[in-house]
DNA sequence: CGTGCGATGTATCGGTCCGATACATCGCGG
DNA sequence: CCGCGATGTATCGGACCGATACATCGCACG
């Protein structure tokens, strides 16, 4: 892909989580990435050079690939997890990249965001309990508000384990709400998606 | 107050939006507030000079005093709603410093952000509709996930609006949930907080 | 038939914020 | 009495954003 491509991929992919990524940090970063190796220049693919010629006259656009260095450095990225794979930004990157990596990986990841929800739960809970008649009423609804969002992503975490578990594709038919899209059949389950060829 | 208490005051108060304050962020823009004139630096208050002895041999701990100027800036400054107030951390600001403005700035910050989470809500409906064959099923659930957390803010403002317009405070005394803690008596409504004595 | 505008595309620059780190003192428990 | 965690101020490098510049393509509208 070239970079405004892979912008656009990556904003569909990781919209629910995070704004786009800025050019600011695309760019630099393919810089980046082929300097070290794990990205490579193709060519801008002239397609039997009749074929679409407006295209071919279009000065730019530098279409990357990625190397075989890259491919494992990549596994390596997304089957290790430190603290920061476990905030919202880290866990989602992660988990939109989850049918990438093994089931192990997968449930450790999940485990790891649930310990870290809980905790910041309890410090809310601390602060409604405890210093509650110190803040007003405004602050104390936004506390109320972040409790009732942790409390909410510990109940769908714990969906997802017992998925993981059980072996089950993630698709949550979330059991009692207003359902009414039913023609969402459910992918390939991505259970060790273990061969992809490039 | 001194930075490492402003720092806490903030993150008790923020800490369900945001992470804290870092010192890097911190110190700087003390100095930045100070030399635009809106904070001043007050002495570190020996307090009679005999109470507290170990505190007053204390070096360092610059006290810092919101000016005149300052709160009129800072008034400014919530009452003004730009395209990065209806964001994730910008409206968490503002709503979090709501008992410092009128009724007709909330509003107007409320019904941006519902407008901007309505927006959202739309792009999510659009790739789970369209485009989601072409998504494998976590990045799919994530997407749902990220929906239904639009869903359930927008129900969440429009309560608050309601309140809002008809003079209430904001209990929201959530209808049918789960509810358990009573002892939480509601703070004094917050509506034109005019006076507040330095 | 042209003209303007939105989408496509690459690129840079300044500024802001984070994360890590350094350093010092205080209070407390072992 | 010694260490360790909380309190407290401060800096530095690096990452990222937001704005901006510039160029081409395709399409709609007058």
Redesign the pocket.
């Known amino acids: 892909m070239?970079?405004?491509?892979l912008r656009k991929e990556l904003t569909a992919k990781l919209g629910a989580i995070r704004?786009a990524?800025?050019?600011?940090?695309l760019?630099?970063?393919l810089r980046r990435l082929q300097a070290a190796g794990w990205i490579t220049e193709a060519a801008e693919t002239p397609a039997t050079a009749e074929e679409v010629p407006?295209l071919t006259?279009?000065?730019?656009?530098?279409v990357y690939k990625i190397t075989a260095e890259g491919k494992e450095r990549f596994a390596q990225l997304i089957a290790q997890a430190g603290p920061e794979t476990y905030d919202d930004t880290g866990f989602g990157v992660h988990f939109a990249f989850f049918a990438r990596t093994d089931q192990a990986t997968r449930l450790r990841i999940l485990e790891g965001r649930r310990r870290t929800i809980e905790e910041r739960r309890e410090g809310l809970r601390d602060v409604l309990g405890r210093a509650a008649e110190r803040l007003d009423a405004y602050t104390l609804e936004l506390q109320r508000h972040g409790l009732d969002a942790c409390e909410r992503e510990v109940r769908w975490l714990e969906e997802l384990i017992a998925n993981e578990r059980s072996g089950r594709a993630p698709t949550v038919p979330q059991p009692g709400t207003a359902g009414g899209r039913r023609d969402n059949n459910s992918p390939p389950p991505p259970g060790e998606s273990r061969k992809e060829r490039p």
């Open positions: 070239h970079g405004y491509e704004a990524i800025s050019y600011g940090s760019y630099p970063t407006a006259s279009r000065r730019g656009r530098v």
